[in-house]
């Protein structure tokens, strides 16, 4: 059974930082891509960070650029998303992803996890 579990949300001031990790079980993903994605209270859940299966390829929305950065591990079972220099507007509930190529919709991916909520207060 395929699972990803993330962790490492909460809540933190404006201009602070958090390093979500997300870590997969019950099957290899090292041909995998990996992606993060947010929902905020009433929006649809929207692209954030992508890593393509080998690592060196990344992909970020226009607005978390410069701030945040994804990486996965050698054994291509960890990916992680650095947040730095947090808004009010990067609040939200964070969602791990893995399919079988990079893209920006949350449709493109086939697993997903259960989220973790990062809030940032202004």
């Known amino acids: 059974q395929v699972q990803l579990a993330e962790s490492g949300g909460g809540l933190v001031q404006a201009g602070g930082s958090l390093r979500l990790s997300c870590a997969a079980s019950g099957r290899t993903f090292s041909r995998s891509a990996m992606g993060w994605f947010r929902q905020a209270p009433g929006k649809e859940r929207e692209f954030v960070a992508a890593t393509a299966w080998n690592g060196g390829d990344t992909y970020y929305a226009d607005s978390v650029k410069g701030r945040f950065t994804i990486s996965r591990e050698n054994a291509k079972t960890t990916v992680y998303l650095q947040m730095s220099s947090l808004k009010p507007e990067d609040t939200g509930v964070y969602y791990c992803?893995?399919?079988?190529?990079?893209?920006?919709?949350?449709?493109?991916?086939?697993?997903w996890g259960q989220g973790t909520q990062v809030a940032v207060s202004s």
């Open positions: 992803a893995v399919g079988q190529y990079v893209d920006l919709v949350p449709t493109a991916y086939d697993y």
